[in-house]
């Protein structure tokens, strides 16, 4: 039995989200079919983490167990023949038997991309969120400091959440922002991506980040606001949740135990 880790990218527009559900459609039952059709194995592969239809990943990392004997720098380019376009293996590691693509994660980095130019960039439109409104970034990112640390994240997660406690720690929270698809530099106009790290993530928790930021840039709160929905512990005190098509899972990291080096195994020769 062999232990194969993937480093996958996927574009959530057309499915209902990664994790496999009744009624198909997901980045995971099209990853299974594909292992399927090189493989004749039926297996259940593993998620980093769920993301919801709609969703985006660059650097998904999914593990399974197989009997197959080939070779792990064949993996990505013989699966990638079976995928659609639209979901990309970019590199595969075997690894050890106790590698678990959730439960080893130390650290997951989200990406929400939102614009506030005058117009939607029609080349971004499934991936950032347009705010035709002029936004106000460094109140943004000084409500974003409220945030970093260990807390219990209970305001900015759905009431369907199902995990046993709320509680995470969130090591980088950031806005950079840069001249939108439009060049526009006036003020409050641009592109922004905000930018979370932490070692987990609770259901829609950056989505309602986003959201709850986006009332900030708008006036309709103030940053110290931010600190006091927290401290709340209740859903119904934060804004709403952000639509997910601005949303992207960049990267999972893993102790230095995995040496789980991608870009070497990017580099190999098929």
């Known amino acids: 039995m062999r232990n194969i880790a993937l480093l996958v990218s996927y574009d959530g527009t057309s499915y209902y989200g990664y994790q496999s559900q009744p009624g198909g459609n997901t980045v995971q039952d099209c990853l299974e079919e594909a292992i399927r059709a090189l493989t004749g194995e039926t297996i259940k592969i593993h998620g980093s983490g769920r993301t919801d239809a709609g969703v985006h990943a660059l650097g998904q990392v999914v593990h399974f167990h197989t009997e197959s004997k080939i070779p792990a720098q064949r993996w990505a380019l013989a699966l990638n023949t079976r995928l659609p376009d639209d979901i990309v293996v970019r590199a595969a590691i075997e690894v050890p038997l106790s590698f678990h693509s959730r439960r080893s994660a130390i650290r997951k980095t989200y990406k929400y991309a939102i614009t506030s130019c005058r117009f939607p960039d029609v080349f971004d ?26 807390h219990d994240f209970s305001s900015f997660t759905s009431p369907l959440s199902t995990k046993p406690h709320h509680v995470r720690t969130l090591y980088e929270a ?24 932490g070692n987990g993530f609770l259901y829609n928790m950056v989505r309602i980040i986003a959201g709850t930021l986006m009332q900030v ?15 709340a512990k209740n859903r119904a005190k934060a ?32």
Do not use: C
């Open 125 to 150: 439109r499934k991936y950032v969120f347009h705010h035709p409104a002029p936004l106000r970034f460094e109140a943004m990112q000084e409500g974003l400091a409220y945030l970093l640390g260990e």
């Open 239 to 270: 804004g709403p949740t952000a639509v997910p098509y601005g949303l992207t899972l960049m990267s999972v990291e893993y102790g230095s135990e995995w040496e789980l080096d991608w870009q070497e195994a990017m580099n190999r020769k098929y």
């Open 174 to 197: 950031k806005l950079v922002v840069e001249p939108g698809g439009d060049g526009s530099l006036e003020q409050g106009r641009g592109k922004a991506s905000l930018i979370v790290s």
């Open 217 to 231: 840039g708008e006036g309709k709160r103030k940053p110290e606001d931010i600190g006091i929905i927290l401290a």
